[in-house]
């Protein structure tokens, strides 16, 4: 599965008020961002062919954000 910059979770963890930040803290976050990016992504596509489209708008990404 596909994750994110591992440089851009530090960053969001550092933006959050953490000093250090160890290696396995940055995987785990990863880990769990990545799999709730999914969940939502899956959500949001239902939304979308629900509707009748096949392009996912914003609204089917709030929408999916709410569930």
Known sequence: MVGF???RVEKLIRNAGARRVSA???S???EVLTD????????AVEIA???G???VKENDVKL???K
């Open 5 to 7: 910059a591992s440089a």
């Open 24 to 26: 396995d803290a940055i």
């Open 28 to 30: 785990r976050l990863n």
């Open 36 to 43: 709730y990016g999914m969940e939502l992504a899956k959500y």
């Open 49 to 51: 062919r629900h509707s």
């Open 53 to 55: 489209r096949k392009t």
């Open 64 to 66: 999916a954000a709410t």
